[in-house]
């Protein structure tokens, strides 16, 4: 009898508790993020990030009290799973946190459909002065609006083993052309059959092959036209080059490395030092190079460029991004906020490098001076920024077009296909999607 | 002699493909002593040198809150889900078994469809709902739909089980003066225990270790919940201690762990008792 109480209670208990729980809720959905004396202020901000960048983050968020005391800023962090997805359905559903962190690859999309950003161009609180024009142009600025402010930037470099170049007796103060390389990386792998020269993956080769293009033509490879910028015979011949380095055994082969796809710095021979060069965006060193015994010298430098080059080819962007939501309630302090966090010297102290080089001039002399930012990524983005080629466009970085050129990456590298028939099939496949993704707009 | 070296040779084999099941658990536990260049860079077991502190420097967590937080909102989250769960779909399950109402075929498709929808295409609306409920960074979304038997699989995972038992036990309890909802607690309930538990243990692990609908409701740091707090410094761009990561994943698999073996008992028990006893 006593259970079938027990039993009836809980029953009951789980009717009614969800009313009472809805009725609580209701009450306090408006309170969270108002102002209740119309001074102190609550703001939302939300990133992704790394151990390094949480602590730094929140030690920025804790000075910045001392300067608007009025302000309380919650922290909303967390690793970059999953971030994309969250941030997508907070802002279809209006309840982003008031200052964002965005990825470049997600802008065209967030902004091409609804207004969801703050004109930031327009904020009395926020200085853009510090910020290089190009930069603001071509990765901030969307529907003729500055929606959103680089963080840090970010080069593509070489990332480049010295103690064990030194030990190979390869020279590492050179500037690589694809002649250079080839040759002493064909020199060491006759050597040492278990070293090779280059780790990469298929995206890094399908870099390459782009690279080599725009080093050739000194023009976009696919323009704004949906047009290409390369003939088969430029194709073909790129191909052949990564063809020839894979068989003369410059790279790792692909089916060994592609098991570490993305994760260079996961991949045995790595760590292991038995290759001393892979190529990379700055902001990957520390990861790269922090799985290599203590003690190991490592330097960055430009990446490979042809001696007769019209264009380097050199990828210059970056970071991220900080955008404001459009339906913040406190859009000048938020302004205020994102001010402080990206141009003054004293958050930059404070944030170093772990949102990268800052974009903004003032806080990265403050930085550099203080030695607050590793030596060889700024060396890796003064390269990047003294040599900086064309900047792809949107229809270059489209995913159908990488998944096609990917794919034939994949074919020559395996041997499936020559790269006469692969250029020819590349050429055929790009056309029709190029087509195809005019139709669409 | 024959009989003997045949079950030496099975308990070999069963020894062997124990190993192989468990050496991702044996290389997990292992891994988290060792370096960051040990765990990638070789496939040896033990390592040369070993690190003793990813288990207290993980406990620590990144930034503002530790493992500790973590544990304590999961159990917050879980158990209420775990114990709504069962209720909810017992008493549903209940419902579709062994009582007939208008539309019952009906709302039975209707159950079951909602068990094929995907999950992505019913996502953003759900949350469309919870923040007008004023649920967003609770564990609301999680606690109160379970009250409601939401979960369509467990629903149909207990209706299949009570079809299964006799309505005869039924009739004659109702001989013996039952009511309808006495016939469930009385007669039912008890032979459904391993139904009971395996609703359980699922629900138990699969909220333990949902990540999606945790990051996507969840945005304090101070709410996160272990699975959310296990990635939160995994990041491209930075070096991680993927020690600590690891021994944090042990830490975090051990209460499933348990809870599975001291249940799984139940999973077999019952099933054999369910006939009619003379």
């Known amino acids: 009898m006593k259970k079938t109480k027990v039993l009836k209670c809980l029953l009951i208990a789980l009717f009614v508790l969800p009313a009472l729980i809805s009725g609580c809720a209701s009450g306090n959905d408006s309170g969270s993020a108002g102002a209740d004396d119309g001074k102190n202020v609550t703001l939302r901000f939300s990133w992704w990030g790394g151990e390094d960048r949480h602590k730094a983050t929140l030690a920025a968020i804790e000075a910045y009290k001392k300067i608007a005391p009025n302000v309380t800023i919650e922290a909303e962090y967390q690793g970059f799973d999953g971030y994309q997805q969250k941030i997508k359905t907070q802002l279809a559903s209006n309840t982003a946190a008031d200052i964002i962190q965005l990825d470049l690859p997600w802008m065209r999309e967030l902004t091409s459909k609804s207004d969801l950003f703050l004109d930031l161009g327009s904020q009395p609180g926020l200085s853009l002065d510090g910020f290089e024009k190009t930069l603001l142009e071509n990765f901030g600025t969307y529907n003729g609006k500055v929606q959103a402010l680089p963080t840090g930037v970010n080069a593509y470099c070489l990332i480049i083993n010295k103690s064990l170049m030194d030990k190979l007796g390869i020279p590492s103060d050179i500037k690589w052309d694809w002649d250079t390389i080839y040759e002493e990386g064909k020199k060491l792998h006759e050597k040492d059959s278990s070293k090779y020269l280059l780790l990469a993956d298929h995206g890094i080769l399908a870099i390459d092959f782009t690279n080599m293009l725009k080093q050739r033509t000194g023009k976009e490879w696919i323009d704004d036209h949906y047009t290409l910028g390369f003939t088969q015979e430029e194709a073909a011949e790129a191909l052949a080059w990564i063809d020839k380095a894979l068989k003369a055994g410059v790279y790792q082969p692909l089916g060994e490395s592609d098991l570490f796809f993305g994760k260079g710095e996961q991949n045995p021979k790595w760590i292991n030092q038995e290759i001393p060069m892979t190529f990379a965006m700055s902001s990957l060193y520390i990861t790269q190079t922090s799985v290599l015994p203590q003690g190991t010298e490592t330097i960055t430098a430009l990446p490979v460029i042809a001696k007769d080059a019209k264009d380097t080819s050199v990828l210059v962007r970056p970071s991220q991004l900080l955008a404001i939501s459009k339906s913040t309630k406190h859009p000048e302090e938020a302004a205020k906020f994102m001010n402080w966090f990206l141009n003054d010297p004293e958050a930059a102290l404070i944030l170093g490098d772990v949102r990268s080089i800052p974009a903004s001039k003032p806080s990265q002399e403050a930085a550099v001076k203080a030695g607050k930012i590793n030596a060889e990524i700024s060396n890796a983005v003064e390269l990047g920024l003294a040599n900086a080629g064309i900047v792809d466009n949107e229809i270059a970085t489209n995913s159908e077009i990488d998944a096609i050129l990917q794919e034939i990456i994949e074919k020559v590298s395996y041997g499936k296909a020559s790269p006469e028939d692969a250029s020819k099939e590349l050429i055929e496949k790009l056309n029709a999607k190029l087509k195809e993704l005019q139709g669409r707009n | ?278």
């Open chain 2, 1 to 278: 002699m024959t009989r003997s070296t045949n079950s030496i040779l099975r308990y070999l084999l069963l020894i062997a493909l124990g190993l192989v099941m468990m050496y991702p658990l044996l290389w997990l536990f292992a891994s988290s002593f060792k370096t960051n260049a040990a765990i990638f860079g070789s496939s040896r077991l033990l390592p040369d040198t070993f690190v003793w502190n990813a288990y207290t420097e993980g406990w620590k967590g990144t930034g503002q809150y530790g493992f500790q937080d973590f544990f304590i909102n999961t159990l917050f989250l879980v158990i209420p889900t775990v114990v709504l769960t069962i209720l909810s779909s017992v008493i549903v399950a209940y419902g579709f078994a062994r009582f007939s109402f208008p539309l019952k075929t009906f709302l039975f498709s209707v159950m079951i469809a909602t068990l094929m929808l995907p999950h992505a295409s019913i996502m953003i609306p759900r949350y469309i709902l919870f923040r007008k409920l004023g649920w967003l960074d609770t564990y609301w979304p999680f606690i109160i739909p379970s009250a409601f038997a939401t979960s369509a699989f467990f629903v149909y995972l207990m209706i299949q089980f009570l079809r299964g038992l006799p309505r005869d036990l039924d009739e004659s309890a109702i001989i013996d003066g039952c009511n309808s909802f006495t016939v469930l607690t009385r007669v039912l309930l008890p032979l459904c225990k391993p139904a009971i538990f395996s609703v359980g243990i699922f629900q138990f692990i699969w909220t333990w270790n949902d990540f999606f609908n945790s990051i996507i409701y969840i945005s304090s740091v101070k709410k996160f919940t272990v699975s959310l707090g296990l990635r939160l410094s995994l990041d491209a761009s930075s070096a991680v201690s993927w020690n600590q990561v690891l021994a944090m994943s042990v830490v975090s698999i051990v209460p499933c762990v348990l809870i599975f073996f001291f249940a799984q008992k139940y999973f077999v028990e019952g099933i054999s008792t369910t006939g009619i006893k003379g």
